[in-house]
């Protein structure tokens, strides 16, 4: 072989090295090596891989808000989830007289939403937080923005159960033209009340707009009458009944009577037992009655039934004639977190949502209601300012059943057997010897 065929021969040699280690560093760079640690380290198929959707966490709330009650809680929920929208809100509502016991079992059950709107109180969001059914809030940055009053309602031994969401009264709406029309004053003891509701009646108007075909109004109504009347006369009635010192018999016997008294006058929906609170809200927004008991909550609903109507609300005048009216107002609402869910980060975020200015402030307005953050007076709607002032000048008294260490066993009975004093199957005094069987009940079961 020349010279020229073995430069030819090894130059073909060389090519074909070349050419191995082409295909080699080829094969590497598709199985994901580097090549002397100069190319990152890449799956061959990450570039064609799109970037996997975020999980959606379903947060399940629960509360004693549905219907015309709802207010801005829809609007409120879809914005949290326009802020969020890794976390969907499922809400299950349903009416106070159901509420207590549909929770109670639930907790039984373990089967609790993640998030539950509780009745402040001793019985209610204290008792299931001190039975271990709650997170605590305490350690959360955002619940300082809450008042000391408010949290109250819902703390026990260092430990805050729930944010307080709304501070609200009962009490009693009036028509103004329908008062104005029959120069009625507005009435600022019991005699006076009477004597409005006499004149009404001659009149041909319903005196007072009632539904109570669950027993909630009649609730209320006591709720109304008991501040100025049992708790004027013994302001330690609470203490004394959580200790066995007093029954519901002793304490309300003549409270009681007075209520009934309005309907053997003739001054209450007839055959209310059948009638809803919907229906009675709507009898008095139509103008077919001249008064309704209710909360201030249902202001929007009976404005919207009606925004032509003049409407005031004033606490419910049963003290007696030189006495002090006093009105029933309270925290209204609660947000608790479920101890044992399984989102409780998902939880956090939507209370943190809630003890936001802005968003209390949307809620409160809806229910008309007075707000619970430090420095926040919301904006009172003119109808409420008489109640106002009077809870502003110190004169009112918390929902009874919040100072009541067994009040769901207490207001359970009193809704059932407030039915069977309309329909004269017992009277006003067996309502309360009821009562007394249910508390004592409780107390032995507890």
């Given at each position: 072989?020349?010279?020229?065929?073995?430069?030819?021969?090894?130059?073909?040699?060389?090519l074909a090295?070349?050419?191995?280690?082409?295909?080699?560093?080829?094969?590497?760079?598709?199985?994901?090596?580097?090549?002397?640690?100069?190319q990152?380290q890449t799956?061959g198929?990450?570039?064609n891989?799109?970037?996997?959707?975020?999980?959606?966490?379903?947060?399940?709330?629960t509360?004693f808000?549905?219907?015309?009650?709802?207010?801005?809680?829809?609007?409120?929920?879809?914005?949290?989830?326009?802020?969020?929208?890794?976390i969907?809100?499922?809400?299950e509502?349903?009416p106070?007289s159901?509420?207590?016991?549909?929770l109670?079992?639930r907790?039984?059950?373990?089967?609790?939403?993640?998030v539950?709107?509780?009745?402040?109180?001793?019985?209610?969001?204290?008792?299931?937080?001190?039975?271990?059914?709650?997170?605590?809030l305490s350690?959360e940055?955002?619940?300082?923005?809450?008042?000391?009053?408010?949290?109250?309602?819902?703390s026990?031994?260092?430990?805050i159960y729930?944010?307080?969401?709304?501070?609200?009264?009962?009490g009693?709406?009036?028509?103004?033209q329908?008062?104005t029309?029959l120069?009625?004053?507005?009435?600022?003891?019991?005699?006076?009340?009477?004597?409005?509701?006499?004149?009404?009646?001659?009149?041909?108007i319903?005196?007072?707009?009632?539904?109570n075909?669950?027993?909630?109004?009649?609730?209320?109504?006591l709720?109304?009458?008991?501040?100025?009347?049992?708790?004027?006369?013994?302001?330690?009635?609470?203490a004394?009944?959580n200790a066995?010192?007093?029954?519901?018999?002793?304490?309300?016997?003549?409270?009681?009577?007075?209520?009934?008294?309005?309907?053997?006058?003739?001054y209450?929906t007839?055959?209310?037992?059948?009638v809803?609170l919907?229906q009675?809200?709507?009898?008095?927004?139509?103008?077919?009655?001249?008064m309704?008991?209710?909360?201030?909550w249902?202001l929007?609903?009976i404005k919207?039934?009606?925004?032509?109507?003049?409407?005031?609300m004033?606490?419910?005048?049963?003290?007696?004639?030189?006495?002090?009216?006093?009105?029933?107002?309270?925290?209204?609402?609660?947000?608790?977190?479920?101890?044992?869910s399984k989102v409780?980060d998902?939880?956090?975020?939507?209370?943190?949502?809630?003890s936001?200015?802005?968003?209390?402030k949307?809620?409160?307005?809806?229910?008309q209601?007075?707000?619970?953050?430090n420095?926040?007076?919301g904006?009172v709607?003119?109808?409420l300012?008489?109640?106002?002032e009077?809870?502003?000048?110190?004169?009112?008294?918390?929902?009874?059943?919040?100072?009541w260490?067994?009040?769901g066993a207490?207001?359970a009975?009193?809704?059932?057997?407030?039915?069977?004093?309309?329909?004269?199957?017992i009277?006003?005094?067996?309502?309360?010897?009821n009562m007394?069987k249910a508390?004592?009940?409780?107390?032995?079961?507890?």
């Amino acid at each position: 072989m020349n010279g020229k065929s073995r430069g030819l021969a090894g130059l073909l040699a060389m090519l074909a090295m070349l050419l191995v280690i082409a295909a080699c560093s080829g094969n590497n760079g598709g199985n994901g090596s580097s090549n002397g640690g100069n190319q990152p380290q890449t799956d061959g198929n990450d570039s064609n891989k799109p970037t996997p959707a975020a999980s959606v966490v379903e947060l399940k709330v629960t509360g004693f808000k549905s219907g015309a009650e709802l207010g801005a809680l829809p609007d409120l929920n879809e914005k949290f989830m326009q802020e969020n929208q890794d976390i969907k809100v499922v809400y299950e509502g349903m009416p106070g007289s159901q509420f207590k016991e549909f929770l109670k079992a639930r907790f039984s059950a373990n089967d609790a939403s993640d998030v539950i709107m509780i009745h402040p109180g001793l019985s209610d969001v204290i008792a299931y937080g001190k039975a271990g059914y709650l997170l605590d809030l305490s350690g959360e940055s955002w619940i300082k923005n809450f008042t000391d009053a408010s949290l109250k309602a819902t703390s026990n031994d260092g430990q805050i159960y729930a944010i307080p969401n709304d501070m609200n009264v009962l009490g009693v709406y009036y028509n103004k033209q329908i008062f104005t029309d029959l120069s009625i004053e507005i009435p600022t003891n019991w005699t006076q009340f009477l004597a409005a509701a006499e004149k009404i009646k001659q009149a041909g108007i319903l005196p007072i707009s009632i539904g109570n075909n669950d027993g909630w109004m009649t609730l209320a109504a006591l709720y109304t009458m008991a501040p100025s009347t049992v708790y004027a006369q013994n302001p330690d009635f609470d203490a004394q009944l959580n200790a066995g010192e007093t029954t519901f018999l002793e304490g309300w016997k003549d409270m009681n009577a007075q209520w009934y008294s309005l309907d053997e006058k003739g001054y209450l929906t007839e055959k209310s037992t059948g009638v809803s609170l919907d229906q009675a809200q709507q009898a008095f927004a139509t103008g077919k009655a001249a008064m309704y008991i209710d909360g201030n909550w249902s202001l929007p609903g009976i404005k919207a039934s009606n925004p032509e109507l003049e409407v005031g609300m004033i606490p419910m005048p049963s003290n007696a004639d030189g006495q002090p009216v006093i009105a029933s107002a309270a925290v209204g609402t609660t947000f608790a977190i479920n101890k044992n869910s399984k989102v409780v980060d998902a939880a956090k975020r939507y209370l943190e949502f809630w003890s936001k200015t802005e968003t209390q402030k949307e809620w409160a307005k809806s229910q008309q209601a007075f707000m619970t953050i430090n420095g926040e007076t919301g904006d009172v709607d003119p109808s409420l300012q008489h109640i106002a002032e009077v809870v502003a000048s110190g004169n009112s008294y918390p929902f009874l059943d919040q100072g009541w260490e067994f009040g769901g066993a207490g207001t359970a009975e009193l809704m059932t057997s407030a039915q069977g004093v309309y329909l004269k199957a017992i009277n006003s005094d067996e309502m309360l010897k009821n009562m007394d069987k249910a508390w004592e009940a409780a107390v032995k079961n507890r």
